[in-house]
């Protein structure tokens, strides 16, 4: 069974840096790309980072110059390095994992940026 385990959320104040974490356990193959997502009390979960399997990155304009997404040497990892986070950051951050057709979700990490 593919599981993803999100770690590194907490609380923050507004200005500083945060980095997550994602490790897949129970796969057999690689990602063809993985991701971060997020979604705010009241509002849909949205795209924040995505990088392929080859390495081409994607980012949200609202966080383009402040996230960096990059995947780690072991298989299936992948991170998120936050700086200059802002209350509007707060939310539940979600790790993605495509396989195609499969798309594979981790459990949730908070983060919350105090102002």
């Known amino acids: 069974q593919v599981q993803l385990v999100e770690s590194g959320g907490g609380l923050v104040q507004a200005g500083g840096s945060l980095r997550l974490s994602c490790a897949a356990s129970?796969?057999?193959?690689?990602?063809?790309?993985m991701g971060w997502y997020r979604q705010a009390p009241g509002k849909q979960r949205e795209l924040v980072a995505h990088?392929?399997?080859?390495?081409?990155?994607n980012y949200a304009d609202s966080v383009k110059g402040r996230f960096t997404i990059s995947r780690g040497n072991a298989k299936n990892t992948v991170y998120l390095q936050m700086n200059s986070l802002k209350p509007e950051d707060t939310a539940v951050y979600y790790c993605?994992?495509?396989?195609?057709?499969?798309?594979?979700w981790g459990q949730g990490t908070q983060v919350t940026v105090s102002s």
């Open positions: 993605n994992g495509v396989f195609v057709p499969m798309n594979y």
């Open positions: 129970g796969t057999i193959f690689v990602f063809n790309a």
């Open positions: 990088i392929t399997s080859g390495g081409s990155t």
